[in-house]
């Protein structure tokens, strides 16, 4: 079995894959302190909990916060008598090229991203994941990584609002009721939502113009699916994108190495 782990900015996911489906799926705050006793303890109740009985032989993580990987390197040796896989490594294997400027360093789970990208869609993809950065990877017709876009994500633009204006609350993001908001928080909220609407059309918009092809637009991420109920804005939402990418960069390392 293979445990896969997507470790992000503020999440940590861990997932089971039998070969064919994943058995159970598992979320944690990303906390580089904790250690990989503490990875187990808390992994291995749930699986009890969830009556979920496998021998992990295989371990894969992406991780975009470097100081993580260590205690996870650790819980892969300790408890699954395993070298893991970390994505972005040297010995880590991809499936497809990385087309940017000599010395970029990728983050990882743009990278997985893409793979997933490609091995579901095919080429002329712009992947857009809805995380703690809102991120545009664009793939390329043969699936080579060529680029993309950073901006702030949702909730860290929101978060910022109310942290460098006092008089301005926290509040969560959904869809507001009109574009003129008649209130504080429904000004905040139709502000921030509009205004990533807006975003993401007109990037993938001069993505595509860029690039003087036609290309699909694939969203992940859990904020993705709030955007699309108003505007078509992606021609399709996969929730374990990373998930999937991850299972098929552990195959092909498996089968090339």
């Known amino acids: 079995m293979l445990l896969a782990i997507d470790c992000g900015n503020t999440n940590t996911v861990f997932s089971i894959w039998d070969g064919e489906r994943f058995i159970g799926t598992w979320r944690t705050a990303t906390d580089w302190k904790r250690t990989a006793d503490q990875y187990y303890v808390w992994l291995r109740t749930l699986m009890e909990f ?3 009985e496998v021998t992990v032989t295989d371990v894969i993580v992406s991780s975009t916060v470097p100081r993580v990987v260590f205690n996870l390197r650790i819980l892969a040796d300790r408890y699954f008598k395993t070298r893991p896989i970390v994505v972005g490594k040297a010995d880590c294997l991809l499936p497809v090229e990385v087309r940017v400027d000599a010395g970029t360093a990728v983050g990882p789970d743009r990278l997985v991203n893409t793979v997933a990208g490609f091995d579901l869609y095919g080429g002329d993809l712009i992947m857009v994941d809805f995380g703690t950065a809102t991120t545009f990877d664009v793939v390329d017709t043969d ?3 060529v680029g993309g ?3 702030p994500g949702v909730n860290l633009s929101l978060e910022a609002l109310h942290q460098a204006a006092a008089a301005l609350p926290h509040v969560d993001i959904s869809k507001p009721r009109s574009v ?3 209130n504080t928080v429904a000004c905040m909220q139709s502000g921030v939502f509009w205004g990533y609407v807006g975003l993401v059309r007109e990037i993938c918009a001069r993505i ?3 690039r003087a092809r ?3 637009v694939i969203s992940t991420g859990g904020l993705a699916p709030l955007f699309q109920q108003t ?3 992606f021609d399709d939402f996969q929730d374990d994108l990373t998930m999937h990418g991850l299972t098929v960069i552990h195959r092909y390392n498996k089968e090339n190495n």
Do not use: W
Request: aromatic share 4%.
């Open 149 to 151: 876009v950073i901006a």
């Open 180 to 182: 003129v908001g008649t």
């Open 50 to 52: 969830q009556k979920i």
């Open 143 to 145: 699936g080579a990584y």
């Open 231 to 233: 505007e078509k804005l």
């Open 214 to 216: 036609d290309m699909r």
């Open 208 to 210: 595509k113009a860029e």
